[in-house]
């Protein structure tokens, strides 16, 4: 048995059979003179195999939500582009050497050429340029890639790393668990295995040569570790886990089509926290409320600034897939550990990034971002029941000048005709000790406030969110958090406006139970949460967890705390109600 540590980006535990997805190097292509009169067949050579990759392309965009649809259709664009085909037609007639050798050259060329642009947008469709036509020169030489395609149903991929098109491909496909080399806990990949409860793990390098495909593994997404060939014991060991997992997952699936109810009746909302139109229709799965945090910047992570009209699409998805059910947008909360490829953006020069220009500071610094965001959204409000919320307030000001150029849009759109929604409440996070020390005064500015415990707990406690040497300091139920958020939620009960939870903190049992002590009773988590939350609100009466307010009030330290709420949790659970 061998076992390695790798970095969890999705948890779950699993076992099965390897998969390894080879590193694929293209064969060097060789300057072949066309033999006279085979011009017109060799082009045809070339016509079917921009076929096929015509409608690969075609078949992911048909399969996939509408942001990866809109990077596919893009792909079937540049295969289609009447000048680029005039070119490479051209030249094959002119030069008479094979296909394969003139799309290469050509792709090559048209991408230097956008490369040398200096153009973020123009240098990234060269590296599409180069992917799109070099699909088309695989098919060309009928190359037998082992491709995703090739990845059996049930298997654990390890791989080096995978593309776009490789995740989409893989959410389909249903995969025990993924192993990267390179990968990020931010990726798409990465929050595609998580809402779809996929354990992921990366960091194993060099992983060709360490895992065979058919070996056994086990992947433990909770901790990161990986069994090669396990031995006996672990593998009997984790069988039980997997076994446990298994078991909780059937008792919890009863819970997703219920109301979530304390065990007296009283009402609390469970919304989905999400990062793209397509995780909507799992939220709805799993019994969301409606979607409490639309985290947008994941949109803009994958592609950089992306047009109103792409944002349009994406929203009006959204909103059309919740109905009549809430759903609050955030807007572009970039920066920080959510790096964007904004043109004349430069994070990295950054000495402390998590305090530098990032999310509503940099929105207001680029109004012409923030507007296209508003204009999009304000477009898409009339399909459903949509809220905007504003991150990382420090300053009741921001909040003022955002109001702003939301009016700005809204006249823009009222003199072009163009339908949207009067009253779209406009909310705010509370992620900050400043919003929630000032939380009297911003409720009378905010229709609604979301807390965002993972920062507020950041920059409440001084301790970088993703920092694993000082990972042990973090912990949202520390007495300062604790304060913060009593008194946010007494300033949102005394001007009467909607207060909910969207960090992590919500999706921790014993942690919601602390915050519905506080007199909160609305909460956003990821979809997979949702069902543990509703079975554990059943085993408890309003009084008893109003009883916590107590514990939650006074300065005690996060570990006694925790202890007692641990205490708490079983033995209300074994006992029944006391
Ligand atoms: C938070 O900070 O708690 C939050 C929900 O926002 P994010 O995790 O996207 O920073
Ligand atoms: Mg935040």
Redesign the pocket.
């Known amino acids: 048995m061998n076992t390695f540590q790798g970095i969890s980006a999705s948890g779950g535990i699993a076992k099965g059979k390897a998969f390894v997805l080879p590193v694929y190097t293209r064969k060097s292509i060789e300057k072949i003179p066309l033999e006279p009169g085979t011009a017109a067949s060799d082009w045809e050579r070339f016509e079917k195999a921009r076929q096929k990759t015509l409608e690969y392309f075609q078949s992911l965009i048909d399969q996939t939500n509408s942001r990866q649809a809109a990077i596919f259709q893009t792909y079937v664009l540049m295969l289609s582009d009447p000048d680029f085909l005039g070119q490479l037609k051209k030249e094959h007639a002119e030069q008479s050497v094979c296909a394969e050798w003139i799309v290469e050259n050509k792709a090559k060329e048209y991408a230097d050429m956008l490369r040398s642009s200096g153009d973020s947008y123009l240098i990234e469709r060269a590296e599409d340029i180069l992917d799109v036509y070099g699909k088309v020169i695989d098919n060309l030489m009928g190359d037998v890639q082992v491709s995703c395609e090739s990845v059996p149903e049930g298997a654990i991929l390890a791989a080096r790393f995978l593309s776009p098109s490789d995740a989409v491909f893989l959410s389909k496909r249903k995969l025990t668990a993924v192993i990267l080399d390179k990968g990020a806990a931010n990726s798409h990949l990465a929050i595609l295995a998580r809402t779809y409860g996929i354990p992921l793990v990366f960091g194993i390098h060099d992983i060709e040569s360490l895992i065979r495909t058919e070996d056994v593994l086990i992947v433990d997404g909770s901790n990161g570790m990986i069994f090669v060939n396990p031995d006996e014991k672990t593998s009997a060991e984790y069988d039980k886990k997997i076994a446990g997992e298994a078991a909780e997952r059937e008792k919890l699936a009863a819970f997703s089509a219920k109301a979530a109810r304390t065990k007296d009746g009283i009402a609390v909302k469970i919304y989905a926290?999400i990062g793209s139109a397509e995780e909507a229709r799992l939220a709805l799965e799993e019994g969301a409320d409606g979607i409490g945090?639309f985290?947008t910047e994941f949109l803009f992570m994958q592609s950089g600034l992306i047009s109103e009209e792409r944002q349009f699409e994406e929203y009006r998805s959204v909103l059309e897939i919740m109905k009549d059910k809430p759903v609050v947008i955030r807007t572009l909360?970039a920066g920080g550990d959510k790096i964007v490829d904004i043109p004349g953006v430069s994070f990295e020069e950054e000495k402390n990034p998590l305090l530098g220009c990032r999310a509503i500071r940099l929105c207001l610094k680029m109004p012409d971002i923030f507007k296209t965001q508003f204009r999009a959204l304000f477009r898409a409000s009339v399909y459903g029941s949509l809220k905007i919320m504003l991150?990382l307030i420090t300053d009741i000001e921001q909040v003022r000048e955002a109001k702003a150029l939301i009016e700005e849009v809204k006249a823009e759109l009222k003199a072009e005709h163009i339908p949207f929604k009067e009253d779209v409440p406009v909310g705010i996070?509370i992620?900050t000790p400043a919003a929630a020390i000032m939380a009297d005064e911003l409720a009378k500015e905010a229709a609604f406030f979301s807390i965002?415990?993972?920062?507020?707990t950041q920059y409440g406690l001084c301790v970088d969110r993703e920092n694993a040497q000082t990972a042990g300091l973090f912990n949202e139920l520390h007495p300062a958090i604790r304060r913060l958020i009593v008194q946010t939620a007494k300033a949102a009960q005394k001007e009467e406006i909607p207060l909910s939870v969207?960090?992590?903190m919500a999706a921790d049992k014993a942690r919601m139970l602390v915050l519905m002590s506080a007199g909160i009773n609305s909460f956003s988590v990821s979809p997979k949460k949702i069902a543990s939350l509703k079975e554990c609100l059943s085993h408890f009466t309003a009084e008893q967890i109003e009883a916590l307010k107590d514990w939650t009030e006074s300065p005690m330290d996060a570990h006694s705390l925790q202890e007692k709420l641990n205490a708490f949790l079983s033995g209300t659970h074994l006992n029944g109600a006391q």
């Open positions: 926290n945090l985290r909360d991150p996070m992620e965002g415990s993972n920062d507020l969207c960090g992590e």
